[in-house]
């Protein structure tokens, strides 16, 4: 039977959905070695779209999201938790992924990469080097011929990789 709702209350249903389903698939996908990146629920002509961003370490493979979707696909028709039919995507985020969090520029260690910042730093809100190193506080670029420049992470807005032909 279909569920009708109208203005913030399809909002609160929207929230309470989405803590839902975030909270029943990340243990299951932090149980295969991933991470969850970002989650997106969409109502589309009387379905939903389950979107599902994930990643490691060392990347995830066409393999690995594709034993995910499974896993999660189960998971989400034995729990009832979508009130209609759903299309569910697992996938990786790919480059043009925003780098935002300590974990995101270390996985890209020696890639070239440019930063944006929120307020100005030395005179410039923009910075493109290779990442040298990453702790929790600041994000090192190697931009030669100059000495290494540490950017805190506080005033980082995101970073993207620049692709690099060869």
């Avoid at 994930?54 to 499974?70: A, K, W, Y």
């Avoid at 938790?81 to 990786?92: A, F, W």
């Amino acid at each position: 039977m279909p569920t009708f709702f109208v203005g913030a209350n399809m909002a609160m249903y929207r929230e309470s959905l989405f803590q839902d389903v975030m909270a029943t698939i990340e243990p299951l996908i932090e149980a295969e070695g991933a991470e969850l990146l970002e989650l997106q629920l969409k109502p589309q002509k009387g379905r939903w779209l389950v979107r599902v961003f994930v990643d490691t370490e060392d990347g995830i493979s066409l393999e690995d999201c594709r034993q995910l979707s499974l896993e999660i696909g189960q998971v989400l028709d034995a729990e009832e938790l979508i009130p209609s039919s759903y299309t569910l995507e697992v996938s990786s985020p790919g480059l043009d992924r925003p780098l935002r969090t300590p974990r995101d520029f270390r996985r890209q260690l020696q890639r070239l990469v440019t930063i944006m910042l929120n307020a100005p730093l030395w005179e410039k809100t923009r910075y493109r080097g290779r990442v040298a190193a990453v702790t929790e506080e600041y994000v090192v670029l190697h931009q030669p011929p100059d000495a290494p420049l540490d950017i805190p992470l506080l005033q980082i807005d995101h970073g993207v990789v620049e692709l690099e032909f060869k």
